[in-house]
Structure formats: structure tokens, C-alpha cells
């Protein structure tokens, strides 16, 4: 019985944990914020459930990911616009907190 139980364990090389959005992010070298959105955007490494309150993910589901997002090396990034990002959307909703919450449309 337990030769069977031993031989329904994947041989799996074992993986560093990385916790997730902080220790995401430095891998990543991206900030904490980015990640939550990605994650928001349903695009992130796979995650496990530490606690109810920890989530991690491992360097393989990391490199897994990774992989998957290949693009072709013909790819151009897009150039950065003034006022984008998370800046910009701090700025609005400053503008739109002095202004009373009314937009400026």
C-alpha cells in the first residue's frame, strides 16, 4: 500500500515560495500595484492560499506564466503616454475630490 501512495507523488524539483503581491512584484521588478491589477485583470501566475489571508505562488508558476506571455521579436512596446498610469489616476481623483466629485466632461 505504500509503494502505491509513493508512486502517486509527482517527482517534482522543489520550488521557492513567493509571497504574493510584494514578493511578486520584486521578482517581477514591477510595483505591488501593477501586480494587483494584473491580478484584477484575471493575469497572474497561478496562487495558493497560505491562510485566509496569505497567497503565494512558486518560481515555476512564475516561469510558467512567463513563458506563456512570449511575444514575437518583432514586438513594439508602446510608447509611454503623458497622464497615464497610476499617477494620472491619482491626479483625477484629486481634481475630482477639490471639484466637489463632479468631472470636468
Not at 21 to 43: C, F, H
Amino acid at each position: 500500500m505504500k509503494a502505491q501512495q509513493e508512486s502517486d507523488v509527482v517527482d517534482a524539483q522543489p520550488s521557492a515560495t513567493i509571497t504574493y503581491p510584494e514578493g511578486l512584484a520584486k521578482y517581477l521588478n514591477i510595483s505591488a500595484w501593477s501586480v494587483r491589477q494584473m491580478r484584477a485583470r484575471g493575469d497572474c501566475p497561478r496562487l495558493y492560499s497560505i491562510t485566509s489571508r496569505v497567497l503565494c505562488t512558486t518560481e515555476a508558476d512564475v516561469r510558467e506564466w512567463l513563458m506563456s506571455r512570449e511575444v514575437a521579436t518583432s514586438y513594439k512596446m508602446r510608447e509611454p503616454t503623458a497622464g497615464s498610469g497610476r499617477a494620472a489616476h491619482e491626479i483625477a481623483r484629486g481634481l475630482m475630490s477639490i471639484r466637489g466629485g463632479k468631472s470636468s466632461d
